[in-house]
């Protein structure tokens, strides 16, 4: 029998409790319920010495707002980290998070995330950091919402979380193209028909409409992604 492959990821972050919501719910709480994901949460507030707990100090050199201090973040990766741990820093200048990355990180054993704040870091934690992952070209007001973003596209790529192991392949950004349209009943909704094709049951003939159909979609709403732009 073939053991299923399961994944832990663990929050280093100030503020676990915003986790508790899309952590416990649809794809992300059925892949903990089946024993296929496995999260933790440290805040390094832990590992202060101060009656206020202080994570964050001025930047040396002045400039405007605080900097995360070092020494409680790397007491958190020293608490969670194991010998196949791979460390990950939330940042807007890190690599750009895409369908491809997050499966490649599925295929992890663990992942430590790093949630920041503020001004982030100070640069000298990134000795311990294996790579940086932006979400996107925008600046939030922490971590913690692009480490949700990570683990549920994580979560939904673990082999019998989805209801379909193969749903996963089909979606889009798994290759070149988005995915193709989809319909539902009614069959006539406000005047607008479903296409007729997809009635027939000609699975060979619905299949090369749909293979069309993503292909022109992803023209008209995401050219860049395709090779062929003619």
């Given at each position: 029998?073939t053991?299923?492959?399961?994944?832990?990821?663990?929050?280093?972050?100030?503020?676990?409790?915003m986790f508790?919501?899309p952590t416990?719910?649809?794809?992300?709480?059925?892949?903990?319920?089946?024993?296929?994901l496995?999260?933790?949460?440290?805040?390094p507030?832990?590992f202060?010495?101060?009656?206020?707990?202080t994570?964050?100090?001025?930047?040396?050199?002045?400039?405007?707002?605080m900097?995360?201090?070092?020494?409680?973040?790397y007491?958190?990766i020293?608490?969670?980290?194991k010998?196949?741990?791979?460390v990950l820093?939330m940042?807007?200048?890190?690599?750009?998070f895409?369908q491809?990355y997050?499966?490649?990180?599925?295929?992890?054993?663990?992942?430590i995330?790093l949630c920041?704040?503020?001004?982030?870091?100070?640069?000298r934690?990134s000795?311990?950091?294996?790579e940086e992952?932006?979400?996107g070209?925008y600046?939030?007001?922490?971590?913690?919402?692009?480490?949700m973003?990570i683990?549920?596209?994580i979560?939904?790529?673990?082999?019998?979380?989805?209801?379909?192991d193969?749903?996963a392949?089909?979606e889009?950004?798994?290759?070149?193209l988005?995915?193709?349209?989809?319909?539902?009943?009614?069959?006539?909704?406000?005047?607008k028909?479903?296409?007729?094709?997809l009635?027939?049951?000609?699975h060979?003939?619905?299949?090369?409409?749909?293979k069309k159909?993503?292909?022109?979609s992803?023209?008209r709403k995401r050219p860049?992604?395709?090779k062929?732009?003619?």
């Amino acid at each position: 029998m073939t053991r299923r492959k399961k994944i832990r990821i663990d929050a280093v972050t100030l503020f676990p409790e915003m986790f508790e919501g899309p952590t416990s719910l649809s794809i992300v709480s059925r892949a903990r319920e089946k024993g296929l994901l496995e999260l933790g949460f440290t805040n390094p507030r832990e590992f202060t010495n101060d009656r206020h707990k202080t994570v964050d100090d001025r930047p040396y050199g002045g400039g405007a707002g605080m900097v995360l201090m070092a020494e409680p973040f790397y007491q958190a990766i020293r608490k969670v980290k194991k010998r196949a741990s791979k460390v990950l820093l939330m940042s807007p200048q890190g690599r750009r998070f895409d369908q491809e990355y997050a499966r490649r990180l599925s295929q992890e054993k663990h992942l430590i995330l790093l949630c920041g704040h503020y001004e982030g870091f100070d640069e000298r934690l990134s000795d311990y950091v294996d790579e940086e992952v932006s979400i996107g070209d925008y600046v939030l007001t922490g971590g913690e919402l692009p480490a949700m973003v990570i683990i549920d596209s994580i979560a939904r790529l673990l082999p019998g979380v989805l209801a379909k192991d193969d749903a996963a392949l089909e979606e889009s950004f798994t290759g070149e193209l988005l995915d193709y349209p989809q319909y539902t009943r009614p069959r006539v909704w406000r005047g607008k028909e479903t296409p007729e094709i997809l009635l027939g049951g000609d699975h060979a003939k619905i299949a090369a409409w749909r293979k069309k159909a993503a292909k022109e979609s992803t023209r008209r709403k995401r050219p860049d992604r395709l090779k062929n732009k003619v």
